[in-house]
Structure formats: structure tokens, C-alpha cells
């Protein structure tokens, strides 16, 4: 077998294994997409039954609460149950005026009780609730919050709206000291019971009103 045929049977081999290397990679990535979709899949399902479970526990929780205070207190030491850092706080509105109501105490409170809370004026309020939206620090402060930075160090937040009928009732505010923000995961459990709650409040709402008027 002369010299030029031996060249020309490594260089076909060569180009073979060059080629078959090339169709296993191509095969492997594809094998890695398929893998990775079917976790991202499972992953966003498994977070979707967490949040229909996390959503079902919060409506077993408030069911049969026919008094506005006894139902922000049972919301808010829910909540506070699942992110055990965190304060839970619920401004509602009122006419020209709003109501502060927190997980610790089943009663409404002046606003020099707390420190955070005690930041949030009737136009701060009103822009949350304008903005219909999950609203951070960063937009907060935007709206006008007043804070002294050294009072309240670092702080992690986020205003969760209420809503009934595209009327906005008040929002949940939610937050803790560090700099680790809330999960999106977190958020979206809480929007997931918004929807239950503000329905009970605007039903404790109405059945205070008809007790007034009685």
C-alpha cells in the first residue's frame, strides 16, 4: 500500500471521528435542552401547587370572620406564620383617611405605635393605591415615603395591593431588616390570596355598615 493511499484512509478516518464528534455534541446539547425544560417545567408546576396549597390554607384560615379587625389579625398572623422574619402590616382605606392594622394586635393603631408604618402618610397611601401594583422600597420612597436611614437601617419591602371590582380597598405591606428581598415565588403567593381577602374585607365592610344601620 503506497504512502498516498495510507494519507488518504487517516485523512477519510480522521473526517469520520471528526464528524461523528460533531453529530454526539449536537445530540448531547439537545439531550441538555430537553432535560433542562422538562425541570424548568416541573419546577414552575410544583410552585403552582405550593401556591394553590399556600392559598387554600389562607382561605381556611379567614373563613367565617365576620368582624374587619378579627380578619386582618388572622390574615396577618397567617402570613407572618409562612415568612416568620417579616412584619405584616394592612393599611385600608377610608374616606380621605385610612386604617393601620397589624399581625401583633387585633385592633386598628395610632401611627406613632410603629416605626415603618409610622412613615406612610394619607399621600403616600393614595399613590400605592393608585399604582395597583406590588410596589418595593425603591417605589415607595419614590411616592414619597419619609424614612430616616439610620432609624430604620437596612430594610427589605414590598406593598401588595387590594382590590375589589378594580377598586382599590388598601394594600398589604410586608417587611423585614436585610437585604434580602422578598422571592417572586413569595410575592406570588401573597397575590394569590389577595383576591379572597379583599373580598372578606369589603364583606366585613358591608356587614359592619348594615349593623350601623340597624
Known amino acids: 500500500m503506497t504512502d498516498n493511499k495510507i494519507k488518504n484512509r487517516r485523512k477519510k478516518l480522521l473526517l469520520l471521528v471528526k464528524n461523528v464528534n460533531k453529530k454526539r455534541k449536537k445530540q448531547a446539547k439537545k439531550i441538555d435542552i430537553l432535560c433542562n425544560d422538562f425541570i424548568t417545567a416541573q419546577r414552575n408546576f410544583i410552585g403552582k401547587l405550593n ?26 398572623k397567617f402570613v407572618q406564620n409562612e415568612f416568620e422574619d417579616a412584619n405584616v402590616s394592612f393599611f385600608i382605606r377610608k374616606t380621605n383617611s385610612f386604617e393601620l392594622h397589624l399581625s401583633q ?3 386598628p393603631i395610632t401611627m406613632q405605635d410603629q416605626q415603618l408604618e409610622n412613615c406612610f402618610t394619607n399621600e403616600v397611601v393614595e399613590s400605592i393605591c393608585k399604582a395597583n401594583k406590588i410596589c418595593s422600597i425603591e417605589n415607595l420612597f419614590e411616592f414619597g415615603l419619609q424614612a430616616n436611614p439610620s432609624a430604620l437601617g437596612k430594610i427589605s419591602a414590598a406593598t401588595i395591593p387590594l382590590g375589589r371590582q378594580g377598586t382599590s380597598i388598601g394594600f398589604m405591606l410586608l417587611y423585614h431588616l436585610g437585604e ?3 422571592t417572586k415565588e413569595d410575592l406570588n403567593n401573597l ?6 381577602l379583599s373580598k372578606a374585607i369589603t364583606n366585613c365592610k358591608a356587614l359592619a355598615d ?3 344601620q340597624k
Open 51 to 76: 401556591t394553590i396549597s399556600f392559598k387554600a390554607d389562607f382561605c381556611e384560615s379567614i373563613v367565617a370572620i365576620a368582624k374587619l379587625d378579627n380578619l386582618l389579625y388572622a390574615a396577618g
Open 191 to 196: 397575590s394569590a390570596i389577595t383576591p379572597a
Open 105 to 107: 394586635s387585633d385592633q
Open 180 to 182: 434580602n428581598n422578598f
Open 210 to 212: 348594615l349593623q350601623i
